[in-house]
């Protein structure tokens, strides 16, 4: 049995690492380049004088794109990190694509000298060594926006407590230097002392340290330094940044994942609790009045969609009428004054509100599972062994629950595989009519706002989860069937 696990939990590395493979995938190819994300912010596309301010302002706040592309991974390429050889004569091309005649430096730039503004401390030595060649003067405009940008030092937000007042200060020293000097043209009466400046922050010993090129650097880069490493480093570490919440996913998700959680272990425990049961009773009972009564009933709450149910719940038991007040609330799970409950009393408020939304999620589970209860146990009711056991002189109880639904249960081992999953999905639907702030809700608000980090953390837990639940499933058809057990062992 032993030797059993350990084999199916290699078997689910590679499983693993294609949904993460697909995940990321995902995740690269529906954000935004640096390029799109400033014409939209830019409004470009309007003329006037209007446009152009908007312009000016994007530029001004460009470091706030490179931050988010910074914390997202999107400014490192996606499996292969050639940066670390870059050369003068590489970034001098990509900057004479960019730079305009007379060497003035357009405010749009250029698709290349964006992807340029990313490329971080790989750029900034290539791009000192175009700064202090007063032949290619007619780049330094180009080359000293690109090199402010370059070696802009961007601040995790979860790493600012972790920073010394004297690191946090010079940081904010360094970027202040940077955005300062900043050049649009040659003309600048400044161009000589800002040209200077920005050299020295190469020169400075400290920095020089972090910016110049070696082969070491390069060689290591290839494969570390790229956008597939850094977001595995930050999905097990836990530091997957939400942009639409400011906040880390895993917090966000843990902050609501318990009131999912509570939710869903409720409604599975009712569901099954009350399904198993009702199929054995069916089967025992069946062709009968009562089995045909239930049968009908069961189907006829499967046809009603959950959101319809949820609504006519709401609209009759949830709403104030001239009669009288509201049965139930029609919000949340806890009234807005229960933190000052007793236990009892809180608990008992919990129940109040989580009534209507536990029906919402049982009842269409009633019908599957105790049909699919009923069904299994009626083939093993008619099953060479059990005419054996009667034979035999065995009570009809002893049959069914000594014999019959220990066999049964191979289906429904395999139905609640995915439980484990389950119990971390949320419910959208009604989440949304009760307005429950849970989980679900959390997921959809960020499937609308493209938040790929905070998708694809609720999506390797899911699946992480889904994938117990399987190894689960086959240990428990060992526990209920010998014949698969000799094969284990």
Request: hydrophobic share 45%; with cysteine; glycine share 8%.
């Amino acid at each position: 049995m032993l030797a059993y696990v350990v084999r199916r939990l290699l078997l689910m590395i590679p499983t693993f690492l294609g949904i993460l493979v697909i995940n990321f995938a995902v995740m690269r190819l529906q954000g935004f380049t640096l390029a799109e994300q400033m014409k939209v912010e830019s409004g470009k596309g309007s003329e006037g004088v209007a446009s152009e301010r908007k312009v000016q302002g994007a530029s001004k706040n460009v470091e706030n794109y490179i931050d988010r592309f910074r914390r997202a991974g999107n400014d490192l390429p996606a499996l292969i990190n050639t940066r670390g050889f870059w050369t003068k004569a590489d970034v001098v091309s990509t900057l004479q694509v960019a730079a305009p005649a007379h060497g003035v430096r357009s405010n749009s730039g250029s698709r290349a000298e964006k992807q340029l503004w990313l490329a971080g401390h790989f750029a900034v030595e290539p791009l000192y060594q175009v700064l202090a060649d007063d032949a290619l003067k007619e780049l330094h405009p180009a080359a000293a926006t690109a090199f402010a940008l370059c070696a802009y030092a961007s601040v995790d937000p979860g790493n600012v407590r972790e920073l010394s007042s004297v690191e946090l200060n010079r940081i904010q020293s360094l970027n202040e230097t940077l955005r300062n000097n900043r050049f649009d043209s040659i003309a600048d009466p400044a161009y000589a002392a800002k040209r200077k400046v920005l050299m020295s922050v190469y020169e400075d010993p400290l920095n020089r340290t972090a910016f110049a090129h070696s082969k070491g650097k390069a060689w290591k880069a290839l494969f570390v330094e790229t956008g597939f490493t850094d977001l595995m480093v930050k999905l097990f570490t836990g530091r997957l940044y939400s942009e639409t919440h400011k906040e880390y996913a895993f917090t966000l998700i843990g902050e609501r994942w318990y009131i999912s959680f509570g939710l869903n272990f409720l409604s599975i425990i009712i569901a099954w609790g009350i399904s198993i049961p009702l199929g054995i009773r069916s089967a025992r009972r069946v062709g009968t009045l009562e089995d045909r009564a239930t049968t009908n009933s069961l189907f006829l709450l499967w046809s009603l969609p959950s959101f319809f149910v949820g609504t006519l719940l709401l609209h009759h038991l949830c709403t104030d009428t001239s009669h009288g007040a509201a049965l139930f609330p029609n919000r949340g799970l806890s009234s807005d004054d229960s933190m000052w409950y007793s236990t009892p009393a809180y608990l008992l408020d919990l129940l109040w509100h989580a009534t209507l939304p536990l029906i919402v999620l049982c009842y269409g589970s009633f019908t599957s599972l105790s049909r699919y209860m009923r069904g299994n146990l009626l083939d093993q009711l008619n099953a060479d062994y059990t005419r054996t056991a009667r034979a035999k002189g065995a009570s009809e109880d002893a049959v069914i629950y000594g014999h019959a639904v220990k066999n049964s249960m191979l289906t429904m081992i395999t139905l609640g595989a995915g439980l484990l999953s389950e119990l971390f999905g949320g419910f959208v639907i009604v989440e949304s009519i009760f307005s429950i702030q849970g989980l679900g809700t959390l997921l959809l608000d960020a499937a609308r706002q493209q938040d790929a980090p905070l998708i694809m953390a609720s999506t390797v837990i899911s699946v992480g989860l889904l994938l117990v639940g399987i190894l689960v499933a086959d240990l428990l058809y060992a526990v209920v069937d010998p014949r698969i057990r000799s094969k284990y062992g």
